[in-house]
């Protein structure tokens, strides 16, 4: 399985973007599909993950309601939607899915064996 990111880029804070993983390869109905995000000098931290069959949708806590997941099915393809964008939300910005994770540890990326290259997401104040 392979993850193409794409979709970042400078914006103003209070601007959006959307994000876009594009799965290819041997993809599951099983797959959750993850996305996370690594600030230089931080360790990478889970943003949001969707579960591919049935589509329930996952946060971490301090980005629910400005961040939403979705999927299309027919595209392979998992979207990040970033709203109300702070400077605070700067970094690489990672797409990852695996078929095995447990929904108790989705948030931990080692749990991921799939990961797309980053997409870089800089916002200006």
């Known amino acids: 399985v392979q993850l193409q990111a794409f979709g970042g880029g400078l914006v103003q804070a209070g601007g959006y973007l959307r994000l876009s993983c594009a799965a290819f390869?041997?993809?599951?109905?099983?797959?959750?599909m993850a996305w996370f995000r690594q600030a230089p000098g931080k360790e990478r931290e889970f943003v949001g993950a969707?579960?591919?069959?049935?589509?329930?949708?996952y946060y971490a806590e301090s980005l629910k309601g400005r961040f939403t997941i979705s999927r299309d099915g027919a595209k392979n393809t998992v979207y990040l939607q970033m709203n109300s964008l702070e400077p605070e939300d700067t970094a690489v910005y990672y797409c990852?899915?695996?078929?095995?994770?447990?929904?108790?540890?989705?948030?931990?990326?080692?749990?991921?064996?799939?990961w797309g290259q980053g997409t870089q997401v800089t916002v200006s104040s």
């Open positions: 990852a899915a695996d078929p095995n994770v447990i929904l108790g540890r989705i948030r931990y990326p080692g749990e991921y064996d799939y």
């Open positions: 390869g041997r993809t599951s109905s099983r797959f959750i």
């Open positions: 969707v579960v591919w069959s049935g589509g329930r949708q």
